[in-house]
């Protein structure tokens, strides 16, 4: 089943990437909660996040916390927050 993430990673919908690398993308949300939100997303047709495989997921954190620790260089802010 396509979604509308298999089409930002297809380049068929654009995105502002913030980072990206062979397994995830990161991107601005449309619809920021805050300055600064951004999605990370594996690159993989997943249904539902915990469907996952566990060594997936735990790569997915770290390119998670890479890419926050990019954004908080960038914005001023108190705190960086990672929500699933």
């Not at 930002?8 to 980072?19: E, R």
């Amino acid at each position: 089943m396509s979604s509308i993430f298999s089409k930002i990673i297809a380049g068929d919908i654009p995105c502002h990437k913030i980072d990206e690398n062979e397994e995830f993308l990161a991107f601005l949300d449309i619809m920021p909660l805050a300055k600064g939100h951004v999605l990370v997303i594996p690159k993989i047709e997943v249904d539902y996040i915990f469907d996952i495989e566990d060594d997936v997921l735990s790569r997915m954190m770290v390119f998670a916390k890479s890419v926050a620790k990019k954004v908080g260089s960038k914005i001023a802010c108190k705190r960086i927050g990672v929500a699933i």
